[in-house]
């Protein structure tokens, strides 16, 4: 079975050159002979704004609010919305008889959080929800497997300190009526120290700080990564 837990939204040009639409899906599937796919999208009007503007995208056929379950054989496969944080529609995949979950990108292991499409003030709730369930093991969305209680709370302490550092920093810059560009060298102070090493760091950092700015100055939506986005961002951290 494979499980998408989220997406993402723009075209990632510059980005990750992914494709999230069918006929990447199908390949996908069909490579590692998967037969069954569970796809989930938050069902809401954001989805219809985004449909619109990447072509490619389709509409899920089969949707749920909060949690689905999906039966391999006797084993139960929960699929369970716990809240917005790394996206709007981010969902994990619990395996209650063996207590292991799979948590998508709610959770980095020594690997930095791609934030562009993050909702900062929710995620940390959100962490609340997930280490609630009292996984034995997780499988984060980047870095080793957390095979023990204790390193599954190490990987989400190690999320929630990246998020609230560079969202504190971003959030500060805001509050102080400062630029696009100070609040990124103001998260890179505080940042580099701690989080440098991680995968991904610097990759992630310009659309961190950006999607960070944009929450902190009271947009709820990510706003969506169009070429055009991406171009203004470089522009305003370069100027
Ligand atoms: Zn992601």
Redesign the pocket.
Known sequence: MIFD??M?VGSFESMFRVSLDRDGMVDLMRENEIENGVVFHPDNAYVAQVVESIPGLTWPSITFAQRMSVWLGQREVRIMHLGRA??AGDVVAWVPDARVVFS??LVEYRSAC?CG?AHFTDWPATLDRLSALGAQAMVP?RGAALGTPAKTAEGIAMTRDFLGTLYGAVGRSVAAGHSLKQAFSAARTVMDPKFSSFAIYEHCLPFNVARAFDEAKGIDHPVIWTAERDREMWAALQG
Do not use: E, N, P
């Open positions: 837990s989220h993402h790394h996206t998508g990108d791609y499409d969305g």
